[in-house]
């Protein structure tokens, strides 16, 4: 190995210890269920808590049924979810309805508590344009398939609320995957020095399907990526459900505020495949990789945390799976009635006026369809 380079220049090793102590993770609340942080506890009512709990246990079961449910051939594209509530869920819940949320192709659950119902999931699930069509008020774009790509979007849409006057904030999401990109590095920079009231978030779940975080970059941290774009930046417990909540609410204040973006790194770890498309994770996760993330679990350490307080009981528990099934049923039978995709359907969709050549080729399938 070649001898170290000593520079007068610069203090390599001291640049490299001040970036990381900058970048620590931040956390409430532990594995066991207890808080470590008091001062930074967020302003949340039981209610509240109660609630992001139900949320979270909900989720959990949609993502057991749709895993189910795309074996059994009743949906389509589905990249599951479990392990990932703290940074999904918690992060959602800590927007108003106003803000504006661009996903990525996980991120379904937080566009269905932002107003997306279910059977329309189930719908973009299946390929179906009307899983894309928001309902009025519903202040979501749909899943984005390209990676990274939401992250200038967002800069665009923040910058949007910004010159209208809005006290809104635009949130993304992409993986660690995503913060490799070209895309992730202009949204970022773009968004800092417009100062636009935006929230990156990277869900880093240390895979880009089978490469490693630690081969994506040579950066300790995604959240300090945010420095070279002067806005703030910061690492936090993903699998904690009040550190991504209360970094949310932070982010968001300040961009209200007028002070610009935040990046926020969320370490945390998708349990399922990449997607139901035919990945196999233990062909490049440990069984122990595994466990340890597992022994982290966002949900046993929030249900340990409220069962302390006394406000969370199996009954709770219980009655949220129920609702989460029931409503799982009745939203599949609706996607399953739901009229099928027609060809005219996407030309229609896609044209506020159709080109000529199109129209010749619409009239030909409208005849064709109606037969
Ligand atoms: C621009 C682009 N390149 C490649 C792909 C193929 N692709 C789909 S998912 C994926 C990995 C993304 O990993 P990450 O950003 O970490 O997100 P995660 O799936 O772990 O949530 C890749 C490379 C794509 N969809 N878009």
């Known amino acids: 190995m070649a001898a170290k380079t000593k520079s007068t220049v610069v203090d390599s090793k001291k640049q490299f210890e001040a970036i990381s102590k900058q970048f620590e993770t931040f956390q409430i609340l532990n594995e066991e269920g207890k808080v ?55 992060s959602q819940y800590a927007l108003e309805k106003e803000d504006w949320i661009l996903p990525g192709y996980r991120d379904v659950p937080q566009i269905i508590w932002h107003g997306l119902p279910l059977y329309q999931a189930f719908l973009f699930s299946r390929g179906h344009f009307h899983g894309n069509q928001m309902p009025e008020g519903v202040n979501c774009l749909s899943p984005q398939i390209i990676i990274g790509a939401q992250y200038i979007q967002t800069a665009g849409v923040a910058l949007g609320l910004k010159k209208k006057g809005k006290q809104a904030v635009a949130i993304t999401y992409t993986g660690d995957g995503g913060a490799s990109q070209g895309d992730f590095y202009e949204g970022i920079n773009f968004a800092g020095a417009y100062k636009a009231p935006a929230i990156f978030v990277v869900q880093n779940n240390r895979y880009a399907i089978s490469t490693p975080v630690e081969k994506q970059s040579a950066a300790q941290t995604i959240a300090q990526k945010a420095v070279a774009a002067g806005i703030v930046g910061v690492q936090v417990d993903g699998m904690d459900p009040l550190a991504v909540y209360a970094a949310v609410r932070d982010a968001r204040e300040r961009a209200i505020n007028g002070e610009g973006p935040t990046l926020i790194e969320t370490l945390t770890f998708r349990y399922g495949p990449h997607t139901m498309a035919g990945d196999d994770p233990t062909r490049y996760r440990t069984k122990e990789t595994e466990n340890e993330w597992e022994a982290k679990d966002p949900l046993v350490r929030f249900r340990l945390f409220l069962e302390a307080k006394g406000i969370w009981n199996e009954e709770e528990e219980n009655k949220t799976i129920e609702q989460a099934k029931e409503d799982i049923k009745e939203a599949i039978q609706k996607a399953d009635k739901y009229p099928k995709q027609k060809v005219t359907d996407l030309m229609e969709i896609m044209y506020e006026e159709m080109p000529y050549n199109l129209k010749e080729q619409y009239e030909i399938y409208k005849a064709k369809e109606s037969k």
């Not at 989720?59 to 999904?88: K, W």
Request: aromatic share 6%; hydrophobic share 35%.
């Open 36 to 90: 470590v942080n008091e001062s930074a506890m967020p302003d949340i009512t039981d209610e509240q808590l109660k609630e992001l709990m139900r949320r979270m246990v909900y989720t959990r079961i949609l993502d057991q049924r749709s895993i189910s449910l795309n074996r059994q051939g009743r949906l389509g594209f589905y990249a599951p979810t479990a392990g990932q509530e703290a940074s999904q869920i918690a």
